[in-house]
């Protein structure tokens, strides 16, 4: 008689079992906005620090409106997808994370939406880039505007919304900016501006662009604790009485005290919403994974399913085989306890003597491990992390796991991604900061752009360079501005090669006739005279 027995380890339930994301995103909305919160500031962040319990009280409250996906189901999926996050982060750093520069206007002018005006005589003037330039690095040295934008791009991308908080100086003109976290962020139900929820504190913003700049609260009748509150702007609150005002950590404490119809006014900074847009009927934003959720949630039960596998041992690992007998009761709780101690480091050199009773006999046997390779886990993960790259519009090239693409193919592909998602991408920050530039800072000269990878080969930019020189696009001093090189004497004369006369300067073409050339000359006829 052949007995056969399997111990399987025993292993505790693992703590990342019981963290499935399908609670968050099946509940929808897991957020209550509550009614009570509310802390402002002046001409620092308006923002609240992180929740301190000892300070978790209630102020004033306001009706929001919640976003359909609470912010944190989002985060945790690009915090836990290796894939997501890579997209995420392969954008981010393509879009905003490739640094900026000021550019002369005149070199947009034509071609570029945000050349305005007329093209400029002369140079542009270096003090209005002096006044870009120490509005923009403002928020130095706690964070460079790359920074800034890397957070904001981040939360865009994988949460659907980033915030850009503005604030102003005593003059009223803009000051420097602040990240803000999206995820602690909602929008008022009238889109009349914004406020900051954390625990049970509240911090508002006026929305850019209304002009609204002040927040007036007002005591309200009745057991409510939703105040009456309405924005309005600077030129207003100048005109309020200093009894009026109060400062913005003094909100919630006069609230608690004031008379019915009492009001207080305190200025407010203002805060530009970046969304990505959705085709729903709602003020925020829906990042792209949203499309692509089933299969972010496949390799999420994939990596579960394996966990488990190799865990728990859906196949035993070991079998022990006697022939003779049956094992007595003593023998199978020793071979029990060492096979439960072998997920131990310091179990795995132990020796496990087992003896045998007279007339029997025992012998450990390994099973196979093919069941491992009929998982098909590979494949399934591959088909999901297509889909993901799909919706994120990224290609295998620019997240270097390229497996089956030539190098053409690859450059191909990272061409039209910086065309086609990179730059769109770009587009509402350049469209903000130059806006705020142009209109709030008198900069005309000067154009805000954002850096794209520079994905030519040395040997590519010179070749384009001296067809641009060859046809007059570009002069000498506008190439080597390029390589970071000083203007050379002559360097902005404008060049074009004729036939038949060489390179000659672009302003002489036109100038007192036709300019020679071979064409059109004829060969003289046999026998005529030569003119010396």
Known sequence: RVNVYCFNR???????????LYPLLALGRIYDAGKDGLVLSGFAS???????????????????KLPPVDPVAFRELYRRDPTHRACVDAKVAYTVGQGWRLRPVNELFGNDQFAWGSALEGEPDPAQREVAL????????????????????????SQGNGYLELARGKDGKPARFFY????????????????QVRGSQRAYWARYGTGNRTLQVKKTSGDSDEPEMKFFGAAEFNDIGV?????????GEWFGKAADGDVKVASLNEMMHFAVFTPADTY??????????????????????????????????????????????????????????????????????????????????????????DVGFQAYREMNDGAIMRVHRTPES?????????????????????????????????????????????????????????????????????????RA?????????????????????AFILVPGAGVVPLKKVGEGGKMATAEGQKTPEKGADVVM
């Open 398 to 470: 620019v997240l270097a796991t390229a497996r089956n693409s030539n190098r053409a193919e690859s450059s191909e592909a990272n061409s039209k991604f910086i065309k086609g998602v990179v730059r769109p991408d770009q587009e509402p920050y350049m469209a903000f900061i130059n806006h705020l530039l142009r209109e709030e800072l008198g900069v005309t000269d000067w154009v805000f752009d954002l850096n794209v990878p520079d994905l030519d080969g040395e040997l590519t930019k010179a070749q384009i360079a001296d067809i641009y020189l060859r």
């Open 46 to 64: 308006n923002q609240l620090p992180p929740q301190d319990p000892a300070r978790d009280q209630s102020l004033l409250g306001a009706k929001i």
């Open 180 to 195: 803000v976290p999206a995820e602690t962020m909602r929008i008022l139900a009238d889109y009349s501006g914004f406020v």
């Open 10 to 20: 025993k292993s505790g339930e693992s703590s990342f079992l019981g963290t499935s």
């Open 284 to 373: 925020y934003g829906e990042p792209c994974i949203i499309s692509a959720i089933e299969d972010l949630l496949g390799n999420q039960n994939m990596k579960l399913m394996a966990l488990t596998y190799f865990d728990r041992g859906m196949v035993p690992r070991l079998a022990i085989i006697l022939e003779g007998d049956e094992l007595s009761d003593g023998v199978k709780k020793e071979i029990e306890n060492w096979a439960s101690g072998q997920d131990k480091l310091e179990g795995m050199s132990e020796i496990l003597v087992v003896q045998v009773p007279p007339g029997q006999t025992a012998k450990f046997e390994k099973l196979s491990s093919e069941q491992l390779q």
């Open 243 to 251: 009894r009026s005002r109060i400062e913005h950590n003094r909100i």
């Open 473 to 493: 696009v570009w002069n000498v001093n506008e190439v080597r501005r390029q390589q970071g090189q000083a203007k050379t004497e002559g360097g902005d004369t």
């Open 134 to 157: 120490a509005f923009l690095n403002a928020s130095m040295p706690e964070y460079s505007l790359t920074e800034l934008l890397r957070r904001v791009e981040t939360e865009r991308q």
